[in-house]
Structure formats: structure tokens, C-alpha cells
């Protein structure tokens, strides 16, 4: 969008129809901070959607006094999430940190309604930058009498995340799966790369062809597209 092109979206309408959280979300969402953001109407009623979804979440989150343990995954990907969340924070990667926090929701919800507090608070609390009026709200709706701007950052248990010893990573060239590696947690693309070209599953759709590009997500998938 640009006032040159006559494309500008009235930040005014947009506020009162779905409010400044979801105008938040749906801008530091639809884009990361150095490219222009392409309007969609469809992105700003997701974005709504979202912050609906984690409202009612809360709103309908009564007590964990049921809740003796909490399951390892979900101990797992509380810790993973804070530390995706946290580490896309400090790099401006604003995109990518709400969706973590939307993968987080969706793992919550089906574990209604057995929630630990600990989760339930990390959720509001990994949400309260990019929607800070919606997470004060449902920070006192928690009992919490401070401000949430004032409450410490979750922090993440490095010791919980090193000891998952291995993850699958999907290998595929131009969408196709070609191989699954075993590797540990936390490589970068240049180290799963290197793992993946030397897979024999993997060498003969790359022998002679121009890599246009890599798409990684990292733990999960690297996809080699090729012409």
C-alpha cells in the first residue's frame, strides 16, 4: 500500500469495525517489517478470528486444579513456543512469531479443558505485544492485579529442549517428498541442507538442475525448488 498508488486503507475504519488489536495483528502478520504489506480483506477477518478464538479460549478457562501434570508434548511446545516467540522478537521476524502463537492455540484447544495455568498465561503473555489491549484484559480476567506490560516474559527450560534427542524432517524438491532425516533439533537451513543433499533419495532430483530457491521451516520441513 502507498499514498502514491491511491491504495491507502483508512486505519480509522478499520479500527472501529474490528478494533486496534486486530489492525495490530493482522499488519505485523500479513508481512514481515521490510516488505510491503498486500491488503486483504480475508487476512483482517483471520486476524479477528484468531484473537476471537483466544478471548473465548480464556474466557471459557476456569481453573487447572484438575490438571495434576501437564503432558510432556504440551510441556514440550510451551517451552518451543516461548523460545520461537522470543528469539523472532529480538530478530523483528513478527510474522512468523504469530504463528507460532496460533499452532500454540490450536494444541490448546483440544486440550480443553484441561489447561495448565502455566500455558494459559504464557499464551496471553506471547500475545501481548502485537495485542496488548485484548492481553490486559484477559490478563485480569486471570486474577492478576499488575498490569501484564509489568509481568515477567515466560521464559523457556533450555534443558527441556535439549533433551528431545531427534527430529523428522520432511525433504522435498519442488513439493515433492523425496526423504525423511533424522536430525537434531534446532539445525539451521545450511545444516539441513547439507544433510539433506547428501541423502542418495535426494541427490539424483538435484544432479544437474538450478536451485531457484530453499524453503525451510525449521524442525519440519526443507524444500528444494529446482528447475
Known amino acids: 500500500m502507498s499514498k502514491s498508488k491511491g491504495n491507502v486503507v483508512d486505519p480509522d475504519y ?13 499488519s505485523l502478520f500479513a508481512a514481515p517489517p521490510e516488505k510491503d504489506l498486500d491488503w486483504s480483506d480475508q487476512g483482517v477477518e483471520g486476524g479477528y478470528r484468531f484473537l476471537g478464538r483466544v478471548y473465548r479460549l480464556v474466557h471459557n478457562w476456569t481453573s487447572d486444579d484438575d490438571v495434576k501434570e501437564a503432558k510432556k508434548d504440551l510441556v514440550l511446545l510451551r517451552n518451543k513456543t516461548i523460545k520461537k516467540v522470543t528469539d523472532d522478537l529480538e530478530r523483528f521476524h513478527f510474522n512468523t512469531a504469530i504463528s507460532s502463537i496460533m499452532e500454540y492455540l490450536n494444541v490448546l484447544q483440544k486440550e480443553t479443558p484441561k489447561i495448565p495455568r502455566a500455558d494459559i498465561e504464557s499464551l496471553v503473555l506471547l ?15 486471570l486474577g492478576h492485579q499488575e498490569l501484564i506490560a509489568h ?77
Open 14 to 26: 478499520l479500527i472501529e469495525k474490528y478494533g486496534a488489536d486486530t489492525a495490530r495483528v493482522f
Open 151 to 227: 509481568a515477567t516474559w515466560p521464559t523457556f527450560d533450555a534443558a527441556i529442549l535439549n533433551a528431545v534427542d531427534s527430529v523428522k524432517m520432511v525433504v522435498q524438491v519442488n513439493g515433492v517428498v523425496r526423504a525423511t532425516l533424522e536430525v537434531a533439533p534446532g539445525l539451521s537451513q545450511e545444516e539441513v541442507s547439507m544433510a539433506a543433499r547428501r541423502d542418495e533419495k535426494v541427490q539424483k532430483y538435484l544432479q544437474d538442475k538450478n536451485l531457484v530457491k530453499v524453503v525451510f521451516v525449521p524442525n519440519r520441513l526443507i524444500n528444494f525448488v529446482v528447475s
Open 127 to 141: 500475545l501481548a505485544p502485537f495485542a496488548p489491549h485484548i492481553a490486559e484484559e484477559l490478563w485480569q480476567h
